[in-house]
């Protein structure tokens, strides 16, 4: 392929990449848990679409079929199955009460990106130039910002999503500098992704069920202190 | 070839249970599957334990990454010793009469599946799939967690769920960064010994960067301090026979991964592994001493030992595997005997006296004399009171630990390890021979001796004793096979 061309399809990539990040952010900030749902599908989407280019720029089949299990897994089956195993209510609700309001929550994302640029660059300074990109240091961003996303929020869902975004996060450093991944292996991740979706969907209507809360993060009965009775065993 | 059939046997079980047939079926496949599995994998481990490597045989699909060393053996005889017993203990536990035909049906699906999901974990070769039968160990497990429906065990599942996945994630990177690694080194088959062969040539970098994103990650899953706090939360909620099986052998298998990277460590120049493994250790040992002081529910202070004994082995790996190769490994098989042994303990008390709390036990000894005994057969046991299995290793551990001249981490591991066992036995003396508030009275005494001493089903009588023989027997007798196994899985962690 000639060098513009290369150079075209290194900036695509660079931009979905960027994309991706964005959408991170985004779902840090986003209290719809509807919006949140959608800003993942739109973060697989561009998952998907680098895998796609950095396929097409390194001439490899085997990220093709990345895109491809990407784009069939994360925007359809896992909405799907989302929708089959967990409450309808889930998606109704806003979440008001975060641990930290939304402007300190983007401040601690944006301090966590720029740390993860810093992490990034021994990395990508010890793969060969073949292998180097956007990718990595915005793929430890989204492992972070997932962390992040799983320590603030406390619904269901978005904590099923940080998960969601960290594995997107590994992934998209993962196409960058080990593209040569057996396909077998990234077709298991992406069932186990699902599986995932699957087990924390029943654990999530089982909570609704017996707590009347799909507000998991709010359970803290447990703990080595003296429990103090909540307003619901006192009236059993 | 046998170790095809040890991997479809639990998956075979699983689809049997369910049949609808009668109560006692879905029980009666597990116990059987879960035998034949014994059997099988104790064939593997005597071919592995003469040097070996047992692979599939075939080189088709994901079969080609089967292989089975001498470590990976001794981790899948633990997997179904455990197994075995748990599932025996399952029969009489879980014969409960307000449990509907569903749930229980549920819960032996999910033990199969839990059991198939922890034996692939030695069985496989190649590091991503190991990464993925982790996350299935989770995921199989997550529900047996919430079995039984209350608001606490869902707590508990949620939050081992959450964080096990998240470490898992973490985990994922590490181990993209390590296949990134070796591409780098010049490539060669993604396997434990693959990586192994490449690690001096791999960038410094890249392997250090994917060594502590695995054992941060996988460590959250073994239950290492501070990322432990989910730990106690499940290990106490779950039912006791799958307690047994999370704590004794899970957490193991776990740990048996992040020492894989050992050997790939001491290949590279300069890596500082064994001092990560020391200070994460003896935190997480140090941490969990003083927090079994503390603890109010009994099954919670088993998972506390838990955390305890993982943090035992990797300070033992970390003070100089050439030394601790062999203790490390005793300690692994003497750990996994005896804290399922203690949660069986801990279930027969709870099927007794239906609390868990530990100041509403006491005077346990005059209503039930089994499950006293068993209580403080484990107590001391997990505590390493001698001659029993866990004083034997912990006492090579020192040993090898003074031989290296680590006098420091040795005396602290040393401390600590009294420390638990003070804070383990004071609880259990308690249960067991405490004094009730006002049962001096008339009125008291009289409505004690009223009450009918409720026996333990047989089954659960029998896997307490099965799972007591080994603790006590490899406290002063190690057989040769087993011997000539540890050698070679202590090999596989120094090579």
Known sequence: ?236 | MSVIVILLLPLVATALVCLPFKRNWAAGVTVGSSLAVLVLVARVAWLASAGSSVTAGLKVGMLKWIAVDGLSALILLLIAVVGSTAAIFSVGYMAREDLEPRKLLLYYANYNLFIFSMLAIPVMAEPTLVWIVVELTTLCSALLVAFENTREALEAAWKYVVLSLMGAAMALFGFLVLFAAMQAAGGGEYTWDGLVAAAPLMPPVLLQTAFLMILIGLGTKAGLVPMHTWLPDAHSQAPSPVCALLSGVETTAILYVILRLFPVMKAAPHSHAEVWALVLGLISVGTAAFLLLQVRDYKRMFAFSTVEHMGIILAAVGLGASAAGYGTMQQIVSHSITKSFCFFAAGAALLTVETREIAAVRGLIRKSPIASAALIFGGLGITGAPPLAVFLSEFSILKAGLSQRQYLATALLAIFIVIAFFGVMLHINRMVFGVEEGEHGPAAQEQSRGQKEKKLPFSCRLALILAALPVFVLGFYIPKSLQDLLTQAAGALSK
């Open chain 1, 1 to 236: 392929m000639s060098e513009t061309t290369n150079q075209l399809l290194d900036n695509l990539n660079a931009l979905a990449a960027g994309l991706f990040l964005l959408t991170a952010f985004g779902i840090v900030a986003m209290r719809q848990i509807r919006g949140c749902l959608n800003l993942f599908i739109v973060q697989s989407l561009l998952l998907a679409a680098s895998a796609a280019l950095l396929g097409l720029r390194h001439q490899s089949e085997h990220l093709y079929g990345v895109a491809l299990v990407n784009v069939i897994s994360k925007p359809v089956i896992v909405p799907w199955l989302l929708a089959k195993t967990s409450p309808a209510e889930v998606y109704t609700r806003r979440e008001i009460d975060q641990a930290l309001n939304i402007p300190t929550s983007l401040l601690i994302a944006l301090a966590l990106a720029i740390l993860a640029y810093f992490l990034g660059t021994p990395l990508l300074n010890s793969v060969g130039p073949d292998f180097r990109g956007p990718n990595v240091p915005i793929g430890i961003a989204g492992l972070l910002l997932g962390a992040f996303t799983l320590t603030v929020r406390r619904e269901a869902v978005p904590l099923l999503i940080g998960l969601l975004v960290m594995e997107n996060g590994a992934f998209l450093t993962g196409i960058s500098i080990s593209r040569n991944l057996p396909l077998l292996v990234e077709l298991a991740i992406a069932t186990d992704g699902l599986i995932i979706v699957f087990i924390m969907g029943v654990l999530t209507r089982a909570v609704q069920k017996h707590a009347g809360t799909t507000a998991v993060g709010t359970l803290a009965s447990l703990k080595e202190a003296a429990p103090e009775p909540t307003p619901n065993e006192v009236t059993k």
